[in-house]
């Protein structure tokens, strides 16, 4: 029972690009959803997190985009560059509990 | 270094063999998880403490699997009898409590575990 998904499961592109993810989620009762970036050989480190009380949280160049109603948020990555190469995980959960539900993860690779 | 530490980094066993995991959280934080990965999938939830308290254990923890974190400080994961299905990434994270914690869930780098 897959409660978060995640869409494309790869990407590629251009330096300079925007690298746009996906994911929908299926537990109304989340309220908390965070974007992790993993490179190979490390553990998963917190990105950009949103809570549903906003559409829109931008730090630098990452953003989240929410949609409550469709229950779906995605990450867009502006200018991206070769070093955002990795893997990012969607995630979410319900506050009162604190455990993460992942998607299956995209692997973005930015072209030079 | 502050981080989330996990030993050993890699490990690998034969199978019917029992294997021990250990993690050092970040020392103020007072709640600490185990996810298992495998590859291509993303972290799964195995068990979290708050303090020295397992408060909750998911499905995926079968019996063969036990987690301690004995005075609330570092933590165990053993699995006895491995199987070959038992062969993934484990990671363990720390947090604070509430919205703290989340917004400073902090993983290590893991301990991948190969069994043969």
């Known amino acids: 029972q897959q409660q978060v998904k995640q869409s494309p499961q790869s990407l590629i592109v251009q330096k300079g690009g925007i690298s746009i993810i996906n994911c929908a989620y299926e537990?109304?009762?989340?309220?908390?959803f965070p974007w992790y970036q993993q490179f190979p050989g490390k553990g998963p480190a917190l990105l950009i997190a949103?809570?549903?009380?906003?559409s829109e949280k931008k730090e630098g160049r990452f953003t989240i985009s929410f949609n409550k109603s469709a229950k779906q948020f995605s990450l867009h990555i502006m200018d991206s560059q070769p070093g955002d190469s990795a893997t990012y995980f969607c995630?979410?959960?319900?506050?009162?509990?604190?455990?993460?539900?992942f998607g299956k993860g995209t692997m973005l690779l930015v072209s030079p | 270094d502050t981080g989330v530490s996990q030993d050993p980094r890699h490990k690998i066993t034969k199978r019917g063999q029992n294997v021990t995991f250990r993690c050092d959280p970040i020392?103020?934080?007072?709640?600490l998880y185990w996810y298992r990965q495998t590859l291509g999938q993303g972290p799964e939830f195995l068990t979290y403490?708050?303090?020295?308290?397992?408060?909750?254990k998911s499905r995926l923890l079968s019996d063969r699997f036990s987690a301690e974190r004995p005075k609330g400080s570092f933590s165990t994961l053993e699995i006895q009898r491995t199987e070959q299905g038992d062969s993934a990434m484990y990671l363990c994270?720390?947090?604070?409590?509430?919205?703290?914690?989340?917004?400073?869930?902090?993983f290590g780098s893991g301990t991948r575990l190969t069994v043969v």
């Open positions: 537990n109304t009762a989340f309220d908390y």
């Open positions: 403490f708050q303090n020295e308290a397992q408060l909750e």
């Open positions: 994270a720390s947090s604070l409590n509430g919205d703290r914690g989340l917004y400073g869930y902090t």
């Open positions: 949103i809570r549903p009380d906003v």
């Open positions: 020392s103020e934080h007072n709640r």
């Open positions: 995630a979410s959960s319900n506050s009162g509990y604190s455990t993460l539900t």
